[in-house]
């Protein structure tokens, strides 16, 4: 059987303005770069719409107990990857609440393993290894839209119920798994032809980057524009939650760090409990109250 051609995939073209990258100066290669990472923001931009859509998705799983899961091979792979392991640090949130699957496994990670996004049936079975189901979501990345083990998961996702979201750098390819949700940001051909770790991958990180983040927002783990829900796990986050105590509460820097050390590192319960005048379990109750939202709990 012939494999399917994918010279006419946007991702694939040619870019006539780096045909001469070889014989170009170090500045002039610069130049063009930056101006075609550029075109990666507006892509993102024009796929607000959707992306808000795959947003409400992630709420409501969250709020259900559900998970979310990225699945990508690759470039695109590592970025899911990449960005769930940053939730437990940023948002205190727990390590399986946001997961990502890359084909080939974790080995994968530091060492391509090109042939393995080839796998159909990894794909399948990595989503039956995590159990994932109706209350769960599924954001499969392809920045080239083909990859089989990507489309394999999504499938295997939507027979489970779970809820699906395709993020694809190029127009619709044959055979799409029919998600709930397609993000397509087209960045157009690569400076490098065919190097979707470029502007297409800066693309996906853009957007991994408002799904995590403005989905943990909704779920009141930011007061106005401050992580009030860092895990305070090494010196540098011990100091900004300080800080954050010292901006809300008006609080001098050792007074700070004497009331996160009495809520347990916990930055929200803290602020509570100077509002309030109240000890660390009374200020969690309080929290409680408002599930978990900083902004009703000390406006109480």
């Known amino acids: 059987m012939r494999t399917p051609t994918r010279d006419h995939l946007l991702t694939e073209l040619r870019l006539q303005a780096s045909t001469n990258l070889d014989t170009m100066s170090i500045q002039d290669a610069i130049a063009l770069m930056n101006r075609h990472d550029a075109l990666a923001t507006a892509a993102v931009a024009a796929e607000a719409g959707n992306i808000a859509k795959a947003i409400d998705l992630v709420v409501t799983a969250f ?30 949130t727990d390590p399986q609440m946001v997961q990502g699957i890359i084909a080939g496994g974790e080995a994968a990670m530091f060492k391509a393993q090109e042939g393995a996004e080839d796998n159909a049936d990894a794909g399948a079975a990595a989503v039956d290894e995590k159990s994932i189901g109706p209350n769960d979501v599924v954001m499969g990345i392809a920045a080239g839209g083909t990859t089989p083990f990507v489309h394999s998961a999504l499938r295997r996702a939507i027979e489970l119920k779970a809820k699906t979201i395709f993020l694809s750098c190029v127009q619709p390819v044959p055979d799409e798994p029919p998600v709930d949700v397609v993000i397509r940001p087209l960045t157009g051909p690569e400076v490098l032809t065919g190097s979707t770790r470029l502007k297409a991958g800066t693309a996906t990180k853009l957007v991994l980057n408002q799904i995590t983040t403005i989905a943990m927002v909704q779920l009141g783990k930011c007061y106005e524009n401050l992580m009030v829900d860092l895990k305070a796990s090494n010196q540098k986050l011990k100091d900004r939650a300080a800080r954050i105590i010292t901006i809300l509460t008006g609080l001098d820097s050792t007074s700070a760090i004497n009331l996160l050390g009495q809520a347990n590192g916990h930055v929200k319960i803290a602020v509570v409990m100077h509002h309030h005048q109240v000890d660390a379990l009374a200020a969690q109750k309080i929290l409680e109250q408002y599930n978990g939202q900083l902004r009703g709990a000390i406006q109480k």
């Open 63 to 92: 709020q259900n107990k559900g998970r979310l899961f990225y699945i990508g091979a690759g470039t695109s792979g590592r970025l899911g990857v990449l960005d769930a392991s940053e939730c437990p640090p940023t948002f205190r």
